[in-house]
């Protein structure tokens, strides 16, 4: 994922899933990063998270066929460029997460 940001990440903050233990974890700190955990039993704190989870379960998943992994991560990458090159988001008045992006720089 690093790669894929036009910026340097400072952080990343996770839930406590077992998949964000000590290897995720430490791998993240050895890139520079500082890994920070959520509260126990706070959502709250991961909503964007939780809405961007939603939006692709709606607009992506919901309507996915695909026939093998090679065929699903196709269809993923080019929902990824959709979604952050293309389309409108409400959060951002209609701009894209891109075009913001432009704006702060």
Known sequence: MI??????????RTDR??????????????QGMRHQ???SETPQFNGKV???????????YQL???TDDVDLNKKLKTWEH???FDRP???????TPYEILKLTK
Do not use: C, M
């Open 37 to 39: 955990y959520n509260k």
């Open 89 to 95: 988001h409400g959060s951002f008045k209609g701009k």
């Open 17 to 30: 899933g077992h998949e964000f233990q000590a290897k995720f974890h430490w791998h993240v700190e050895d």
């Open 82 to 84: 959709f979604y952050n």
């Open 64 to 66: 996915l066929t695909y």
């Open 50 to 60: 939780e809405r961007s989870h939603l939006t692709d379960q709606r607009e992506f």
């Open 3 to 12: 790669g894929k940001f036009p910026f340097h990440i400072n952080a990343i």
